[in-house]
């Protein structure tokens, strides 16, 4: 397959790339000069051989480039060497000199988009190679920190975790004013970070608080994620987001599911930044980082959505063809769920991952908790919420706090059924003596999985 030539003015270069990642997602191979920005010996060598190899000349027209003699140079060697010429007008008036040609108006600059036409022109000339994809990955770190075009993030009508953090720095780089207003539910808030973050820009997507955040709600919240940024930042080429819901009461592996099974809406409907190349999970536990990528290796498993990256651990997302507007992949049933209430410590993370999790997952249920402590009434509606649609409560009594117990009174109270969990050697203020006991993080998954057997045994999981 041969290539694109782009003849551009250099003032012009940053909607060039976007025109660039424009034809290369649509299979195209393209080749811009980029080195007139830092000019060397062979510059002009490079570009006579470009041209001369290319099977399409794109001319970039602008005043820019109207007055440049380097673009009139390319111009007369594609002509000399009989490329087909392809004007397409940024700025100003169409050329008198490519009168004769019919130009394809991208006046509308970083959010243009191709016509049909133009493309399929293109097509008869060259042929695109392979289909495009869009690479996707979960890696450790801070989304802080990572080298991305736009971060985003949910806002669930306060400021509280990942993007607490973010405003707090764009406050801090008087990105964002203290006073600023954010979105409501269905509204966004696209930011220059200033510095703020390492990422260029930060996108705040409005949504609902968090009793009323579930699955189906975080799968429309990243397929509207990746809609608004083809709205409002198509040259957009790598997206980062945390992985959403963990932590403030949902299953982590379900949680994950929603969010990609979002982008695969978005993608299905045509819906994402015409430039996108890359999508990043940024997670800041390894531990979390592994489980992830182990559930998005069984999710992927019969390669109907996804390929492996051919280096490094990621998947290639296939992009559809034809997408079909409006259309969105049917939402499953939702699936019941076990809420886990525990003491906030640290010291107990093994017995969730290890000891509970596994058991309950494997029960066909969801795994569900709030890390940390329940500092606000927001967080606490959350657990009450996710309690009283729960098949099942399990409690861990290790190291109980007031909250533990309210949680449990609660559970109770909604007629829940409770399975109680405490380390040998545990004291409590009054005797449970209905509490499995436990020495090892083995007897725990062991006793677990007798005590949901049970429940199921009953009918009521």
């Given at each position: 397959?041969?290539?694109?030539f782009i003849?551009?003015?250099?003032?012009?270069?940053?909607?060039?790339?976007?025109l660039?990642?424009l034809?290369e997602n649509?299979?195209?191979?393209?080749?811009?000069?980029?080195?007139?920005?830092?000019?060397?010996?062979?510059?002009?060598?490079?570009i006579?051989?470009?041209?001369?190899?290319?099977?399409?000349?794109?001319?970039?027209m602008?005043?820019?480039?109207?007055?440049?003699?380097w673009?009139e140079?390319?111009?007369?060697?594609?002509?000399?060497?009989?490329k087909?010429?392809?004007?397409?007008?940024l700025?100003?008036?169409?050329?008198?000199?490519?009168a004769?040609?019919?130009?394809?108006?991208?006046?509308a600059?970083?959010?243009?988009?191709?016509s049909k036409?133009?493309?399929?022109s293109?097509r008869?000339?060259?042929?695109?190679?392979?289909?495009?994809?869009?690479?996707f990955?979960?890696?450790?770190?801070?989304?802080?920190?990572i080298?991305?075009d736009?971060?985003?993030?949910k806002?669930?009508?306060?400021?509280?975790?990942?993007?607490?953090?973010?405003a707090?720095?764009?406050?801090a780089?008087q990105a964002?004013?203290?006073?600023?207003?954010w979105?409501?539910?269905?509204?966004?808030?696209?930011v220059d970070t200033?510095?703020?973050?390492?990422?260029?820009?930060?996108l705040?997507?409005?949504?609902?608080?968090?009793?009323?955040?579930?699955?189906?709600?975080?799968?429309?919240?990243?397929?509207?994620?990746l809609?608004l940024?083809?709205?409002?930042?198509?040259?957009?080429?790598?997206?980062?987001?945390?992985i959403h819901?963990?932590?403030?009461?949902?299953?982590e592996?379900?949680a994950?599911?929603?969010?990609?099974?979002g982008?695969?809406?978005?993608?299905q409907?045509?819906?994402?930044?015409p430039?996108?190349?890359?999508?990043?999970?940024?997670?800041m536990s390894?531990n979390?980082?592994?489980?992830?990528?182990?559930?998005?290796?069984d999710?992927?498993?019969?390669?109907?959505?996804?390929?492996?990256m051919?280096?490094?651990?990621g998947?290639?997302?296939?992009?559809t063809?034809?997408?079909?507007?409006?259309?969105?992949t049917?939402?499953?049933?939702a699936?019941?769920?076990?809420?886990?209430?525990?003491p906030?410590?640290?010291?107990?993370e093994?017995?969730?991952?290890?000891?509970i999790q596994?058991?309950?997952?494997?029960?066909g249920?969801?795994?569900?908790?709030?890390?940390?402590?329940?500092a606000?009434e927001d967080?606490l509606?959350q657990?009450?919420?996710?309690?009283s649609?729960?098949?099942?409560v399990?409690v861990?009594?290790n190291?109980a706090?007031a909250?533990?117990?309210?949680?449990?009174?609660?559970?109770?109270?909604?007629?829940?059924?409770?399975?109680?969990?405490?380390?040998e050697g545990?004291?409590?203020?009054?005797?449970m003596?209905?509490?499995l006991?436990?020495?090892?993080?083995?007897?725990?998954?062991?006793?677990?999985?007798?005590?949901l057997?049970?429940?199921?045994?009953k009918?009521?999981?």
């Amino acid at each position: 397959m041969s290539h694109i030539f782009i003849s551009y003015s250099k003032e012009d270069i940053d909607f060039v790339r976007y025109l660039r990642a424009l034809l290369e997602n649509e299979g195209f191979a393209v080749w811009m000069d980029e080195a007139q920005l830092t000019p060397s010996a062979r510059w002009w060598k490079d570009i006579e051989k470009n041209i001369d190899s290319c099977s399409a000349f794109v001319v970039v027209m602008s005043p820019n480039a109207y007055e440049s003699d380097w673009v009139e140079r390319e111009i007369l060697r594609a002509e000399n060497k009989k490329k087909p010429l392809y004007p397409a007008l940024l700025a100003g008036d169409p050329w008198s000199r490519l009168a004769n040609i019919q130009f394809e108006d991208l006046r509308a600059g970083l959010r243009s988009r191709p016509s049909k036409h133009f493309l399929d022109s293109l097509r008869q000339k060259i042929a695109p190679g392979k289909p495009r994809t869009v690479q996707f990955t979960v890696v450790e770190g801070d989304i802080t920190s990572i080298d991305a075009d736009v971060i985003a993030l949910k806002y669930t009508q306060k400021l509280r975790g990942a993007d607490e953090i973010v405003a707090v720095r764009l406050m801090a780089a008087q990105a964002v004013s203290i006073d600023q207003a954010w979105p409501k539910v269905d509204d966004s808030l696209y930011v220059d970070t200033k510095g703020g973050v390492k990422a260029a820009h930060a996108l705040f997507v409005g949504v609902p608080i968090l009793r009323h955040l579930g699955y189906e709600q975080l799968r429309e919240f990243s397929a509207r994620t990746l809609g608004l940024l083809a709205e409002t930042a198509p040259q957009t080429q790598h997206l980062a987001m945390t992985i959403h819901g963990p932590g403030f009461g949902l299953d982590e592996i379900e949680a994950l599911i929603s969010q990609v099974n979002g982008y695969f809406d978005a993608i299905q409907s045509g819906q994402i930044p015409p430039a996108l190349q890359r999508i990043t999970i940024v997670e800041m536990s390894a531990n979390r980082v592994e489980r992830l990528r182990a559930a998005l290796e069984d999710y992927f498993a019969d390669g109907s959505k996804a390929a492996p990256m051919e280096s490094g651990w990621g998947y290639e997302l296939k992009i559809t063809d034809a997408p079909q507007a409006n259309v969105v992949t049917p939402a499953k049933p939702a699936k019941p769920h076990a809420f886990v209430v525990m003491p906030p410590d640290k010291s107990l993370e093994d017995v969730f991952y290890f000891g509970i999790q596994g058991p309950t997952h494997a029960h066909g249920l969801l795994c569900e908790r709030i890390e940390g402590a329940i500092a606000d009434e927001d967080l606490l509606n959350q657990a009450k919420v996710r309690i009283s649609t729960a098949s099942a409560v399990i409690v861990v009594l290790n190291n109980a706090d007031a909250l533990t117990y309210l949680q449990l009174g609660y559970a109770w109270g909604a007629n829940r059924p409770t399975i109680l969990l405490m380390k040998e050697g545990t004291a409590l203020p009054f005797d449970m003596q209905s509490s499995l006991v436990y020495e090892s993080l083995k007897m725990l998954e062991s006793a677990l999985t007798g005590a949901l057997d049970d429940l199921k045994a009953k009918g009521a999981i």
